[in-house]
């Protein structure tokens, strides 16, 4: 199995950088086990299942998503509602895949995979899930990076027709993923997340497998910042950081860095460093867990030249330590405060 680290993230991570004009936005033409629906290949005499009407099925495949896959088209509308689906719904999970290698998956996470007849996510993720699992799978619906509405759409639509299914992502599916989509596109169907049962099942987030690989830099107060502007503006991204960074939180920066969000990343070394010292620790960690793991450990005040370095891409994690943090022996540490209690 591959890993395509230069782009992994989830799709609201790429759409400053990558999606849109890019040719390679098209769903349709990676629907590699092509399903329910308007792309009737269907020699599929498999379980698969699609109760929508046929005027709600969309052109790019499937179990009736928004007809647009675009996403130009900013994913807009929702296609079928729960009124176009006939069967008894299936199951659906949101699954977190930790940091990318199989042993880093849980448990139940690997059991929800098995148990569930369609895996549906971003190819990356899709490649990420170890072969005896996918295996099993009835049907395998990989995209490119972007169109995550239309994605997630397409497994709710999967599982409204019967189907249970698991949309997949990394890391963990409520820190900026799609696990709040699906209940969000459940909603506006008209739908109910008791009626497909959905579950969110837990992965370990990259903020934590990074800090494992770093020491211990994140066992006091923590905030979380995505530099990702696709969704929020970054003004506001901005406005959090600066809030963040003048009080005494260890900070983890996830979507750092693309092309087109390499002014997002030299504003974010600025408000940093407006408030934290130029030697604050900070850590980067690249893919944690994939082949092509990168750690460093760094200041503050080197971090802007590093954007150009390729340990900083959108495969990566930064984290910054508040002023108590320091380096010892090639580890982060932020003290918990036992020292202000315990002689030790
Ligand atoms: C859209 S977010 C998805 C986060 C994911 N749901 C989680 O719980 O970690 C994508 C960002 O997560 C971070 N990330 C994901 N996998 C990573 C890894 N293996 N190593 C370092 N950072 C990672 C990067 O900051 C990336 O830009």
């Known amino acids: 199995m591959s ?29 590699r086990s092509s399903s329910c629906g308007a792309s009737s290949s269907s020699d599929d005499s498999s379980s698969s299942k699609c109760g929508a009407s046929s005027s709600s099925a969309s052109s790019s495949s ?68 170890p072969d005896e699992i996918t295996a099993e799978a009835d049907e395998l619906y990989d995209t490119p990076m972007c169109g995550e509405v239309s994605r997630t759409e397409e497994a709710i639509d999967r599982a409204l027709a019967g189907n249970d299914v698991a949309i997949v992502g990394s890391g963990d599916p409520n820190v900026y993923a799609l696990g709040g989509l699906a209940l969000e596109i459940l909603e506006s169907k008209g739908a109910t997340a008791s009626m497909v049962d959905f579950e969110a099942v837990p992965g370990v987030p990259a903020a934590q497998s990074c800090a494992a690989r770093l020491g211990a830099p994140l066992v006091n107060d923590t905030v979380s910042i995505s530099l990702s502007d696709h969704l929020v503006p970054m003004p506001e991204i901005e406005s959090r950081l600066h809030a963040a960074a003048k009080e005494s939180f260890t900070i983890t920066i996830y979507n750092p860095w693309s092309r087109k969000r390499r002014e997002n990343f030299e504003k974010a070394c600025e408000i940093l460093l407006a408030h934290r010292d130029e030697d604050t620790p900070v850590g980067i960690v690249h893919g944690a867990g994939r082949e092509d793991e990168q750690v460093l450990i760094t200041e503050l005040g080197e971090l802007e030249e590093l954007g150009e370095d390729e340990i900083i891409d959108m495969t990566t994690t930064i984290v910054v330590g508040n002023e108590d943090t320091y380096v010892w022996d090639d580890r982060m540490v932020t003290p918990r405060g036992y020292e202000t209690k315990y002689d030790y």
């Open 3 to 31: 890993t395509d680290t230069n782009a992994d993230a989830d799709a609201d991570a790429e759409s400053t950088s990558n999606c849109g004009a890019s040719s390679d936005t098209s769903e349709a033409s990676t629907d």
């Open 62 to 129: 499937s179990c009736g998503t928004s007809s647009s896959d675009d996403e130009s088209s900013n994913e807009k509308e929702v296609g079928a509602t729960v009124d176009d689906f006939d069967a008894e719904p299936g199951k659906l999970s949101a699954v977190g895949l930790g940091p990318g290698h199989p042993e880093g998956m849980t448990d139940r996470a690997k059991s929800a995979l098995l148990e569930a007849e369609h895996i549906v996510g971003y190819t990356t993720y899709i490649d990420l899930i």
